[in-house]
């Protein structure tokens, strides 16, 4: 069955020190991978895809399929980083977004 | 407007009373999906859509939760003599099978409170 994994419920950092986010995936098929992010008040918004090969704030995630994980990282952290991160698997022809229960970040001074 | 649109986006309503709540799609876009945050707390997948049908309900916490789509198009979620533990906020989201632009686009959501 195609699953996410976030195995993080509540990760805690202080601004400037390296973050990871993890994520795992459990699908057969060629994946389309995803992170969403939600600040405080905002709606649910797309961060990054791994298609895009981008970096997004500072965040990259490289999609790794031998250890089917797409962990999400930034190098130094921000205070503003603080929000809910979901990582999201999107199945082959996308008729299926698949979403993790979420990591919360939380960036402290 | 070009986002998805979700209605009412606060709801109070007393515990047994029946509530509905609305999901407007981005316009074209055939997948729909209805998820639940309660406070604090990740995403819970309720039902997925494609098109009018719901090929994934296995989300649905019980016989009280009910949704469909007409049209390809408008979504009504249905939570029938709702209890307290259904707070939350219920989110819509909608996505394209365009190739392999498959991005998902959140509505604000509903928030929910039975009192």
């Known amino acids: 069955a195609q699953r996410v994994t976030q195995p993080e419920k509540l990760l805690s950092v202080f601004k400037g020190a390296p973050v990871e986010l993890k994520c795992n995936y459990s699908?057969?098929?060629?994946?389309?991978l995803f992170w969403y992010v939600q600040y405080s008040r905002q709606r649910l918004q797309l961060l990054l895809r791994h298609i895009s090969r981008e970096s997004i704030k500072g965040f990259t995630a490289d999609l790794n399929k031998g250890e089917t994980s797409f962990h999400l990282k930034k190098p130094f952290a921000q205070e503003e980083d603080s929000a809910m991160y979901y990582c999201?698997?999107?199945?082959?022809?996308?008729?299926?977004?698949?979403f993790g229960a979420g990591t919360r970040l939380f960036v402290k001074a | 407007g070009a986002g998805v649109s979700q209605s009412p986006s606060n709801k109070v309503t007393e515990k047994g009373k029946d509530v509905e709540l609305r999901c407007d799609p981005i316009?074209?876009?055939?997948?729909l999906y209805w998820y639940r945050q309660r406070l604090g707390q990740g995403l819970e997948f309720l039902i997925y859509f494609q098109g009018n049908s719901a090929p994934d309900k296995s989300g649905l916490p019980s016989d009280r939760f009910s949704a469909e789509r007409t049209g390809e198009s408008v979504s009504t979620l249905t939570i029938q003599r709702t209890q307290q533990e259904d707070s939350a906020v219920y989110l819509c989201?909608?996505?394209?099978?365009?190739?392999?632009?498959?991005?998902?686009?959140f509505g604000q959501g509903t928030r929910l409170t039975v009192v």
């Open positions: 989201a909608s996505s394209s099978q365009a190739g392999s632009y498959t991005e998902a686009f």
């Open positions: 999201a698997l999107s199945l082959t022809g996308g008729f299926k977004t698949i």
């Open positions: 699908y057969s098929g060629s994946p389309e």
């Open positions: 316009s074209g876009h055939t997948a």
